[in-house]
T-cell receptor, first 112, second 106 residues
């Protein structure tokens, strides 16, 4: 399996909801990433996990909570989001120490 | 501050014409640069990385440390090259340029 998968593809949630985004890879990569991409903008790095430990948090609001339960899975827990958080959320993975990232298809999130 | 600059938001060329997508970087240390492509409704995928010096889908990119550039080139554009192209740094910040939309006209 040489792909990064993300579920769900689309998510609509209210500002009081709690939801989670899921990312999975079976390429043996030990680095995993969350990005946020607004329309017509480049991806912006949110979090980096290395060997299941959070190594970079790009000053992301606490309403976004990442979790890496094992080396193949990466979750992003969402709570009390704002409409401006609506975006495409991308997951990526890479070999540790390698800057080449493999991206998932993204979850398109709409916050009402 | 580390920066990756793609000066053109949109580049339109005719099929068969040469293409050059510009990327300039500004940070110290050894640069490690990548080109990613995003076709319509598809995931972001790696096109080139400077250390491999490969040619993918006819595209090449050379790192020019003197000009701090990593421009993407193709001698003859094809309609299927129409996509969004991002230059990305390989530092720990993983910074993407603002992207250039390439439109290849028939």
């Amino acid at each position: 399996d040489t792909e990064v998968t993300q579920t769900p593809k689309h998510l609509v949630m209210g500002m009081t909801n709690k939801k989670s985004l899921k990312c999975e890879q079976h390429m043996g990569h030990r680095a995993m990433y969350w990005y946020k991409q607004k329309a017509k903008k480049p991806p912006e790095l949110m979090f980096v996990y290395s060997y299941e430990k959070l190594s970079i948090n790009e000053s992301v609001p606490s309403r976004f909570s990442p979790e890496c339960p094992n080396s193949s899975l990466l979750n992003l827990h969402l709570h009390a989001l704002q409409p401006e958080d609506s975006a495409l959320y991308l997951c990526a993975s890479s070999q540790e120490g390698d800057r080449e990232q493999f991206f998932g298809p993204g979850t398109r999130l709409t916050v009402l | 501050a580390q920066r990756v600059t793609q000066p053109e938001k949109l580049l339109s060329v005719f099929k068969g014409a040469p293409v050059e997508l510009k990327c300039n970087y500004s940070y110290s240390g050894s640069p490690e640069l990548f080109w990613y492509v995003q076709y319509s409704r598809q995931r972001l995928q790696l096109l080139l990385r400077h250390i491999s010096r490969e040619s993918i889908k006819g595209f090449t990119a050379d790192l020019n440390k003197g000009e701090t550039s990593f421009h993407l080139k193709k001698p003859f554009a094809q309609e299927e090259d129409s996509a969004m192209y991002y230059c990305r740094s390989g530092t720990y910040k993983y910074i993407f340029g603002t992207g250039t939309r390439l439109k290849v006209l028939a």
